[in-house]
């Protein structure tokens, strides 16, 4: 009978090994598989959209017998450094404002391309400080809090009306960010956090599971208080 329950005892550990081995196999290499995954339908993407566009003469994929990976996107990368290079002079400069002056005097269009321009520019401005804090706010309701992101200080007509200093805030949705609400929160009533806008979306996308390390700066924040008293 002790033989037996050993037997068993040690299948049983075999395949409960079994399993956290395979399971450990998945979170090793499902990250890594997505990841790529991804990489290669955003670069086959590119390539068959950016491809077409580029006379057969200097496609290199004309002349080998295989096709290359990834050639779309570098000519893509190409292109976009050669625009802002001829965006950046005198007469590039000549002709978006020409190219500006048209789209404005179409209704619809104005609309979208002046909204689209002022986002990407605040966005990618070297002096923005878009996206680069986050906040607990309390939403749907007070004492539930929710993480969202401080995109700019509330100015223009609203600031105007709410007279009290708020803050415009970007609450995204769960697991999909690029979704979301935007709230005029005031200041007083939101509490900023030390964590990084990359950390924050983890936070967000995987919904509470990836929880930014804060040990050291409480260790750290502890122990500037005792030298201070």
């Known amino acids: 009978m002790k033989i037996t329950k050993i037997r068993q005892t040690e299948t049983k550990n075999f395949f409960q090994r079994c399993r956290t081995y395979f399971l450990t196999g998945i979170a090793v290499t499902a990250p ?5 995954y991804i990489s290669i339908i955003f670069i086959n993407f590119i390539d068959r959209n950016v491809k077409n ?11 080998l017998p295989f096709d290359i990976p990834g050639t779309g996107l570098i000519i893509a ?3 976009l450094i050669l625009i802002g290079f001829f965006t950046a002079s005198f007469f590039g400069k000549f002709f978006v404002n020409l190219g500006e002056k048209i789209i404005n005097r179409l209704p619809v269009f104005r609309s979208i391309y002046n909204a689209l321009k002022q986002v990407f520019q605040t966005v990618l401005g070297s ?5 680069r804090e986050v906040a607990l706010i309390q939403y749907p309701r007070k004492g539930i809090w929710a993480v969202a992101f401080i995109t700019a200080e509330t100015s223009g007509e ?6 009290r200093k708020h803050v415009n805030v970007f609450l995204p949705t769960t697991p999909n960010p690029t979704s979301g609400f935007l709230l005029v929160v005031p200041e007083n009533d939101l509490i900023k956090l030390n964590m990084n ?7 967000v996308i995987s919904g509470g599971i990836i929880t930014p390390d804060v040990k050291n700066k409480i260790k750290k924040k502890s122990s500037l208080r005792k030298v201070n008293q």
């Open 53 to 63: 566009l580029v006379p057969s003469t200097y496609n290199p994929d004309n002349y």
């Open 127 to 131: 002096s923005s400080k878009a996206f």
């Open 158 to 163: 609203i600031a105007i009306k709410l007279k």
């Open 32 to 36: 890594i598989g997505i990841t790529i």
């Open 77 to 79: 990368i190409f292109s």
């Open 197 to 203: 806008i990359e950390q924050g979306m983890k936070l």
